[in-house]
């Protein structure tokens, strides 16, 4: 599509005004970034960011020779996003940068840091990787600082931190039933950071999301469903000849129902279709003999385009069927995904869970990293302000009470990276 969306003054509205840079030198011919350009730059550049390359995704870092860290992960959920926005009429800088951050605010370990973390917080309102993001884009992440010199985050446009609301709601909001199909829980502010929250919102009803925060959605989706199976398979745990050998039929069910549980609001009954026809693509039936030679790396690389290309069109198809005028963003139309669709992609998330994320003798491992972010926790809340970061220790004097206090020890501990995490623990718990 030739032109996007017109996004309006409110749209790329800061919450602080912004000066000039200084010591700019003009270049003839030189044109001027655009707002969200400048966002798109801001989220690359930051720290919050950088640390991603050291974050957990499925597989530890360290564990492959080509491994796919939380960094690169968010590379390719910016890409899939840009191209799908793109297609509708978003502004692809901004579903770009939407998909840079969305996941800036995940913790060591991965989803299973996220837990342990939750566990952690519940004095203090829990912990979610999405409310925490929302929390580095506007309070922690060095940029922008206010008249009083508390920092204002990366000081992004209205627009772009609304395109990283997945869940636009409070804990226990009545709203998170509208886009949380899983009933997970999930919610994308915490009770202090609500002011920001409203201003990015601009009086929008919680539960409603913007078309860019849908595409962001999806494409995390596509990315996370189809990349986890292909390391999966690389790293020899799927075998997807399990579920294609004639007596798999067992197999086919149990995985049905982790779907049905974790990832599809379908009935286990209703998913087995759709995991036949899926495991009939030649996408996939490639794969089933994979021996990681050449020629089968190759056949894996062509599978995840493949697969990629089948949900996003599907996406981009189905949307611009239902509104097939002009160009779409933010409030004017709603991401149409087939429930076929929606229903392969929970199944390729059951298959990486079922047979990577919890294969045996993985537990062990994760029991260890939920004890070593418990530890952190009650140590820095012991230790308090000389064991924190300089960046939060005006933030533990600031705070009010101990649960105050509390959310600075958790902001501390999930921005570690995974090697820190643990380089931490040495220091400060078992005295290594």
């Given amino acids: 599509m030739d032109e996007s969306y017109r996004y309006g003054a ?18 003839e011919g030189q044109l001027d970034r655009g707002a969200f350009q400048r966002d798109r730059a801001r989220v690359l550049h930051s720290y919050s960011f950088r640390r991603l390359a050291d974050k957990t995704q ?3 870092p360290g564990q492959d020779d080509f491994p796919r860290t939380r960094l690169t992960h968010s590379l390719e959920v910016a890409q899939i996003s840009r191209e799908m926005g793109a297609a509708l009429g978003c502004d692809p800088d901004l579903t770009d940068a939407a998909g840079l951050a969305h996941d800036l605010g995940h913790p060591p370990f991965g989803h299973n840091g996220e837990d342990a973390l939750n566990e952690a917080a519940k004095d203090c309102g829990g912990f ?44 226990g909001a009545a709203g998170a039933a509208g886009a949380d199909a899983g ?24 539960g409603q999301r913007c078309l860019e925060a849908q595409v962001m959605d999806w494409a995390d989706d596509v990315a996370y469903s189809v990349h986890d199976v292909e390391d999966g398979v690389h790293s020899g745990h799927i075998r997807l000849a399990m579920l294609t050998d004639p007596d798999s039929e067992t197999e086919q069910q149990a995985l049905c129902e982790q779907a049905s549980r974790f990832y599809s609001p379908l009935a286990p009954d209703l998913l087995r279709p759709a995991l036949a026809d899926l495991l009939r693509l030649p996408a996939l039936a490639d794969l089933t003999g994979y021996d990681g030679s050449y020629a089968a790396q190759s056949m894996a690389k062509r599978a995840t385009s493949e697969l990629t290309g089948r949900f996003v069109t599907a ?65 820095l809340l012991e230790r308090g302000e000389p064991a924190l970061s300089p960046t939060l220790r005006d933030s533990w004097r600031q705070a ?30 078992t005295g290594g």
């Fill in 400 to 429: 009010d009470d101990q649960a105050g206090r509390l959310r600075v020890v958790i902001d501390q501990v999930s921005q570690l990276t995974d090697s820190s995490a643990l380089a931490w623990h040495r220091r400060l718990v």
């Fill in 58 to 60: 499925v597989v530890t």
């Fill in 10 to 27: 409110a749209d790329r509205a800061r919450l602080l005004p912004e000066s000039d840079k200084r010591a700019q030198v003009q270049v």
């Fill in 183 to 206: 009933g997970s829980g999930k919610f994308g502010v915490y009770a202090d950071d609500r002011p920001a929250f409203d201003w990015l919102r601009n009086g929008r009803p919680d």
């Fill in 128 to 171: 979610e990787g999405n409310a925490q993001t929302l929390r580095i884009l506007t309070r922690l992440e060095a940029k922008a600082v206010t008249s009083d010199g508390s920092s204002a985050g990366l000081n992004l446009t209205r627009a772009s931190l609304d395109a990283v609301c997945k869940y636009p709601w409070a804990a």
């Fill in 315 to 379: 996406a981009v198809r189905a949307t611009r069927d239902r509104y097939p005028d002009g160009p779409l963003g933010r409030y004017r139309a709603e991401l149409v995904v087939p429930e076929r669709v929606r229903a392969e992609c929970a199944l390729l998330k059951a298959i990486a869970y079922r047979y990577v994320m919890r294969r045996p003798g993985v537990e062990a491992q994760l029991t260890r990293q939920r004890g070593i972010l418990t530890d952190l926790v009650e140590v």
